[in-house]
């Protein structure tokens, strides 16, 4: 692999400069990932109506992304490690606007499940690619805070995918706006295949990556996979996030927008800001959770505190009726900085296993993040639909009652409670890197 090359290194490593150029055209795919991913939640009425969904089969047609998703998370990781990320970034973006023109030319709901499946699949690469990158091109000491920008630029497309999406559409049509995003995702590949390369080593510098004598023994990636399910904290980094990330892509990822226009009266527009406003708390607090562990020297307690919060907070927006929007503001920045707890799942995966299996880690634990979208969305569109009480909408979408919404956000706490279990049988990594 070009990381390991040591004939005409220069011995400078890259200035920051050059890292973060080619480290953020993978975050611009990135950006896209996470529009896409929320898009939903502001067209649910125009999806309702189009299709003939009922809340199962729209849960059903969102969390269609994340079953593309998180089917990519394993096969990114071993790929990642074996042929660098650049041919996976131009691959994944290209893909992504093949599946967003199918969603947005779709006639028929199976086209554009289908379309969702692709632009998850696609869009899968783009985080454990992004990861991989800056293991090689920046110092050990910046992966916790590259994996906190990520996330925050990774919000501001779902930021995107709240009002100014809904203003698009309402101006453009929605299926007009997905052509034009499918357009700039193609223009994205085309940039990362000409500037982005997979380590230093490829520009003429020294790379900051670990060179494991390990990494060379010839081993296939179906056995490194098996190397590292056989490390104590990989299954349970995979179980942990999920009653994070499932509050966050459940709420603001699909549920939120029609849960705040029926029972506080909001348009789409402003409850899609007020969704937004909690992803963007998510994403900003995530950079500080990086700082806080390691000053501490610890990743498991961090991780509890958070998920002790997130859950608490979650019970005052779920059980407490009738919050003033600047309390229902205080309160979502509040859900979102404590959710933004699971960013450290990333760091804590990748200091449990050897440097050389980080891309193979780094995706099994971006599989148990998504894993709290794909099970959570569709899962409670199908508690809705049997607490529904037959009202519909004057477009003919169904509207739920609060003890509906109540019951189907209630999932989320049997996810916590497991999840604290499995946090308290992780081995603490100490911030350090295994050997």
Request: aromatic content about 12%; hydrophobic content about 55%.
């Given at each position: 692999?070009?990381a390991?090359?040591?004939?005409?290194l220069?011995?400078?490593?890259?200035?920051?400069?050059?890292?973060?150029?080619?480290?953020s055209?993978?975050?611009?795919?990135?950006?896209?990932?996470?529009?896409?991913?929320?898009?939903?939640?502001?067209?649910?009425?125009?999806?309702?109506?189009?299709?003939?969904?009922?809340?199962?089969?729209l849960?059903?047609?969102?969390a269609?992304?994340?079953?593309?998703?998180?089917?990519?998370?394993?096969?990114?990781?071993?790929i990642?490690?074996?042929?660098?990320?650049r041919?996976?970034?131009?691959a994944?973006?290209?893909?992504?606007?093949?599946?967003?023109?199918?969603?947005?030319?779709?006639?028929?709901?199976?086209l554009a499940?289908?379309?969702r499946?692709?632009?998850?699949a696609?869009?899968?690469v783009?985080f454990?690619?992004?990861?991989?990158?800056?293991?090689?091109?920046?110092p050990?000491r910046?992966?916790?805070?590259?994996?906190?920008?990520?996330?925050?630029?990774?919000?501001?497309?779902?930021?995107?995918?709240?009002?100014?999406?809904?203003?698009?559409?309402?101006?453009?049509?929605?299926?007009?706006?997905?052509?034009?995003s499918?357009?700039?995702?193609?223009?994205?590949?085309?940039?990362?295949?000409?500037?982005t390369?997979?380590?230093?080593?490829?520009?003429?510098y020294?790379?900051?990556?670990?060179?494991d004598?390990g990494?060379?023994?010839?081993?296939?990636?179906?056995?490194?996979?098996?190397?590292?399910?056989?490390?104590?904290?990989?299954?349970?980094?995979?179980?942990i996030?999920?009653?994070?990330?499932?509050?966050?892509?459940?709420?603001?990822?699909?549920?939120?927008?029609?849960?705040?226009v029926?029972?506080?009266?909001?348009s789409?527009?402003?409850?899609?800001?007020?969704?937004?406003?909690?992803?963007?708390?998510?994403?900003?607090?995530s950079?500080?959770?990086?700082?806080?562990?390691?000053?501490?020297?610890?990743?498991?307690?961090?991780?509890?505190a958070?998920l002790?919060?997130?859950?608490?907070?979650?019970?005052a927006?779920?059980?407490?009726p009738?919050?003033s929007?600047?309390?229902l503001?205080?309160?979502l920045?509040?859900?979102?900085m404590?959710?933004?707890?699971?960013?450290?799942?990333?760091?804590?995966?990748?200091?449990?296993?050897?440097?050389?299996?980080?891309?193979?880690?780094?995706?099994?634990?971006?599989?148990?993040?998504m894993?709290?979208?794909m099970?959570?969305?569709?899962?409670?569109?199908?508690?809705?639909?049997?607490?529904?009480?037959?009202a519909?909408t004057p477009?003919?979408?169904?509207?739920y009652?609060?003890?509906?919404?109540?019951?189907?956000?209630?999932?989320?706490?049997?996810?916590?409670?497991?999840?604290?279990?499995?946090?308290?049988?992780t081995?603490?990594?100490?911030?350090?890197?295994?050997?």
């Amino acid at each position: 692999m070009v990381a390991h090359r040591e004939i005409g290194l220069r011995p400078q490593f890259p200035p920051a400069t050059l890292a973060w150029l080619g480290w953020s055209l993978g975050a611009a795919f990135y950006l896209i990932a996470f529009y896409q991913r929320v898009a939903p939640a502001v067209l649910t009425q125009e999806l309702q109506r189009e299709f003939a969904l009922t809340g199962a089969a729209l849960g059903n047609l969102s969390a269609f992304y994340f079953y593309g998703y998180v089917a990519m998370q394993i096969p990114t990781g071993l790929i990642a490690d074996q042929w660098g990320p650049r041919k996976l970034l131009t691959a994944g973006a290209a893909l992504t606007a093949a599946g967003t023109l199918l969603f947005a030319l779709a006639p028929t709901v199976a086209l554009a499940n289908a379309g969702r499946l692709v632009i998850g699949a696609a869009a899968g690469v783009s985080f454990v690619a992004m990861l991989k990158l800056a293991s090689h091109w920046m110092p050990a000491r910046q992966f916790a805070l590259a994996s906190g920008v990520a996330l925050f630029v990774g919000v501001m497309g779902a930021t995107l995918a709240g009002a100014p999406l809904r203003l698009a559409a309402d101006a453009f049509g929605w299926r007009n706006v997905m052509v034009a995003s499918a357009a700039v995702t193609a223009l994205v590949a085309v940039a990362i295949w000409f500037v982005t390369r997979d380590d230093p080593a490829d520009r003429g510098y020294k790379s900051y990556f670990p060179h494991d004598p390990g990494a060379d023994d010839g081993a296939s990636v179906w056995q490194g996979l098996r190397t590292v399910l056989g490390y104590r904290n990989t299954i349970l980094l995979y179980v942990i996030p999920g009653a994070f990330s499932g509050v966050t892509l459940m709420f603001a990822g699909l549920w939120g927008v029609p849960f705040l226009v029926t029972h506080y009266g909001y348009s789409t527009a402003e409850a899609a800001t007020l969704a937004s406003v909690l992803l963007i708390s998510w994403s900003a607090s995530s950079i500080a959770w990086g700082t806080v562990s390691h000053r501490i020297g610890r990743r498991r307690m961090p991780m509890i505190a958070g998920l002790l919060m997130s859950q608490t907070l979650w019970a005052a927006l779920v059980f407490v009726p009738g919050w003033s929007r600047p309390a229902l503001v205080v309160l979502l920045v509040l859900l979102g900085m404590a959710t933004a707890g699971f960013i450290l799942t990333f760091t804590y995966a990748k200091e449990s296993v050897p440097a050389r299996f980080a891309g193979t880690i780094s995706g099994i634990a971006n599989m148990g993040v998504m894993t709290g979208g794909m099970v959570m969305q569709p899962l409670a569109g199908w508690v809705l639909d049997r607490n529904w009480a037959g009202a519909l909408t004057p477009g003919g979408a169904r509207l739920y009652d609060l003890d509906a919404y109540r019951a189907a956000f209630s999932l989320i706490f049997v996810w916590g409670l497991v999840s604290l279990v499995c946090l308290l049988f992780t081995k603490e990594s100490n911030c350090r890197q295994a050997a």
